[in-house]
């Protein structure tokens, strides 16, 4: 079946340190990728996501490009500020139409002044 | 532009007692609705999923239950908690159109159970 499989935590870095949380996925077809990010004691919000090969989803700074070649979607950032302190998912959508979201089981980032 | 409220925000329950987690989406229509379990320091798992009103899919065997009254609200019951049941629960929705489409979740609903 489908599956994501993420880095294991925690991640800790200096600011302004550069940023890499590792995501690979299997997955049937052409699924499409996400990557949340959960503060304490909040929901997850959307990050980024790509919907097809080589794209590259970006915002705030962060990057992940679509890899079909190698199955992955890793998470990057050139900077880290402490702000960015939360927990990150990689997910997936099946593209078979199930509806169901596929997660990793996330990545703690802990970003040290 | 839509948005998705859960409540309570808190919860203190006793082993035993029932359970009612509501979660209603505002700005949408027959929205795909998701509820989610986090336990402390683990990744989500995905309880039920409903596509339509009346139609609930569940995920994981166990106490909990779920309905779809109204085309955008999900509720999440329990007739007797168990200890195991704490957690964050995490409403979810999205577009029934396409894998594509991006799940959006509300703010979640901290359970402790006792």
């Known amino acids: 079946g489908d599956s994501v499989t993420q880095m294991e935590g925690p991640v800790t870095l200096s600011e302004e340190a550069f940023l890499t949380i590792n995501c690979t996925y299997t997955?049937?077809?052409?699924?499409?990728l996400f990557w949340y990010v959960q503060y304490p004691g909040e929901g997850l919000q959307l990050l980024l996501k790509?919907?097809?090969?080589?794209d590259k989803g970006s915002n705030k700074g962060f990057e992940a490009t679509y890899r079909k070649e190698t199955t992955s979607f890793h998470l990057e950032k050139g900077s880290v500020q402490v702000s960015d302190s939360a927990v990150y998912f990689c997910?997936?959508?099946?593209?078979?139409?199930?509806?169901?979201?596929?997660f990793g089981t996330g990545t703690r980032l802990k970003v040290l002044a | 532009s839509q948005t998705i409220h859960q409540w309570p925000a808190t919860l203190v329950q006793p082993v035993g007692s029932p359970l009612s987690l509501e979660c209603t989406v505002e700005?949408?229509?027959?929205?795909?609705l998701y509820w989610y379990r986090q336990a402390a320091g683990r990744g989500l798992q995905l309880l039920f999923y409903?596509?339509?009103?009346?139609?609930i899919s569940s995920e994981v065997p166990q106490n909990l239950s779920a309905s779809r009254p109204q085309d955008r609200q999900f509720i999440l019951s329990s007739k007797k908690l168990l200890l195991s049941d704490s957690g964050f629960y995490l409403c979810?929705?999205?577009?029934?159109?396409?894998?594509?489409?991006?799940?959006?979740f509300g703010p979640g609903t901290r359970l402790t159970v006792l």
């Open positions: 979810a929705w999205n577009k029934l159109a396409s894998h594509t489409d991006t799940q959006y």
């Open positions: 997955a049937t077809g052409y699924p499409s």
């Open positions: 790509a919907t097809k090969a080589d």
């Open positions: 997910a997936l959508s099946p593209s078979s139409g199930t509806y169901k979201y596929i």
């Open positions: 700005g949408t229509s027959n929205p795909n």
């Open positions: 409903s596509v339509g009103i009346g139609q």
